[in-house]
């Protein structure tokens, strides 16, 4: 789950459903670490893990992490970069940009010419 250059306190196995969480939330969302992500139903080794990585005690089983400010803290703290950087080095594979939207569907096709509306006349001039 980890490389050499990943701190142990990042590659902890007890934060792979936090990672699989962020990774799937910033592919969504075009990797920008925006938005709020709340994890529920913490076992003790996942909150243990969770406090290291937000650097504050995590007692309550449930935790909302701010992405924005989750970016800012690895970025200064991690040694290798903010939340993408981290979470790509900690699972091993890049962060993938979200699909494509779908093409638009073509126009409809114009009227036939024997379909069209008839020429008006032209004024009379007085």
Do not use: N, Q, Y
């Not at 799937?24 to 709340?38: A, F, T």
């Not at 779908?102 to 379909?115: E, Q, S, T």
């Amino acid at each position: 789950m980890s490389t050499a250059a990943t701190p142990g306190w990042l590659a902890d196995p007890a934060l792979a459903r936090v990672w699989s969480l962020l990774r799937d939330r910033l592919e969504s969302r075009g990797r920008r670490p925006e938005g709020r992500v709340v994890l529920g139903g913490l076992s003790r080794d996942e909150r243990h893990a969770a406090s290291a990585l937000v650097g504050r005690p995590v007692t309550a089983s449930r935790l909302t992490l701010d992405l924005a400010h989750l970016d800012a803290w690895l970025d200064e703290r991690s040694g290798i970069g903010g939340l993408v950087a981290v979470v790509e080095s900690v699972t091993g594979a890049p962060v993938a940009d979200p699909p494509p939207p779908p093409a638009p569907p073509p126009p409809a096709p114009a009227a036939p010419l024997g379909h069209a509306p008839p020429r008006r006349a032209p004024p009379p001039t007085v």
